[in-house]
């Protein structure tokens, strides 16, 4: 999660999304693209976290 929300900051950093704020409207229209930017970042790393997870998993002693 915290690699995601800082991949996002530094692209709107970048990309300098803060300038094209003009109004109430504008930050109701970049909220949401915001969000699905998050989305997007925080979803493709599933596979990554469940490869990690597994790794983990495999090197445990399951018998009781």
Avoid: H, N
């Amino acid at each position: 999660m915290v690699l995601s929300i800082s991949t996002i900051g530094l692209e709107l950093y970048r990309e300098r999304a803060w300038q094209s704020i003009d109004g109430v409207r504008s930050v109701a229209v970049l909220v949401p693209q915001i969000w699905w930017r998050w989305q997007k970042r925080y979803l493709l790393s599933t596979p990554v976290t469940l490869a990690i997870v597994g790794a983990f998993a495999l090197t445990l002693d399951w018998t009781a």
